[in-house]
């Protein structure tokens, strides 16, 4: 069995720990590319977004207000997609790219390119009946709240906190003191679980959180800077924690 206190709240991440993508990036820009006659490979985009998605500033928007923030939502991932593209080579046959984008950016909004991992709902269900808070931390946008209806998992948590809300992007500890805040809580009570070396287990050891790191078979982007992995906990599968937390481990 793990080693760890048990919590008196959970914080998980969301894409990439919860739910991951039915097909790679690349691949659906490639799709909607060629809708409009535009030809590119899905592995030259998927290499191209790595790059554009890692090198761009925090989605992250401290200083917009709040009816403002959609737009300055899917400018930031219209930038990111551009410069994806034009990595790739092909930004400049596209005439209209945001009348390109518009429809990904509503795609990714729906439940079509997302697929649930398959303990999340029984692990959720089982962790929610103990009465412990779960609360999600997400470099995501506000197209998260609709997702996790369509997804089925809103009912779970008390809290989303999402980074273009907060004006403070994982692994910043800001974000993570923002949504312990709440429960007046110590941050050692608290669990984070996320796939991400730096963006959740180095972003909660910063904030003093316990940093579970989930590392499932397919990661989603590729982590850099990892040093010392031995250090912190991994699992494989959110079942793992279910002994500690008082479940059936073979819930």
Not at 38 to 52: E, G, K, P, R, T
Request: glycine share 6%; aromatic share 12%; charged share 15%.
């Amino acid at each position: 069995m793990i080693a760890l206190p048990t919590p008196t709240l959970i914080a998980l991440d969301a894409v990439g720990t919860l739910f991951g993508l039915k097909e790679s990036v690349g691949a659906v820009y490639a799709r909607f590319a060629a809708k409009g006659g535009i030809s590119v490979s899905a592995a030259a985009l998927d290499q191209a977004f790595f790059s554009a998605f890692q090198a761009a500033p925090p989605c992250a928007f401290a200083h917009v207000a709040a009816a403002d923030r959609p737009r300055a939502e899917f400018a930031w991932w219209q930038a990111v997609a551009a410069d994806t593209f034009a990595r790739a080579g092909v930004l400049d046959q596209f005439e209209d790219f945001r009348g390109f984008f518009a429809p990904v950016f509503s795609y990714y909004a729906t439940a079509a390119p997302w697929h649930l991992y398959p303990e999340v709902s029984t692990v959720l269900e089982l962790w929610h009946q103990q009465g412990i808070p779960l609360v999600i931390i997400s470099n995501f946008d506000s197209r998260l709240y609709g997702l996790l209806k369509q997804l089925g998992l809103a009912p779970f948590f008390s809290a989303v906190v999402i980074s273009s809300e907060v004006g403070a992007a994982k692994p910043d500890p800001a974000i993570f003191e923002r949504a312990i805040a709440p429960y007046g809580i110590s941050p050692q009570q608290a669990w984070h679980i996320g796939d991400s070396w730096q963006d959740d287990v180095l972003g909660a050891q910063a904030a003093q959180l316990q940093p579970i790191w989930l590392r499932r078979a397919t990661p989603l982007l590729p982590d850099s800077g990892i040093e010392h992995p031995n250090s912190v906990v991994q699992i494989t599968d959110l079942r793992e924690l279910n002994a500690i937390l008082g479940c059936s481990a073979t819930s």
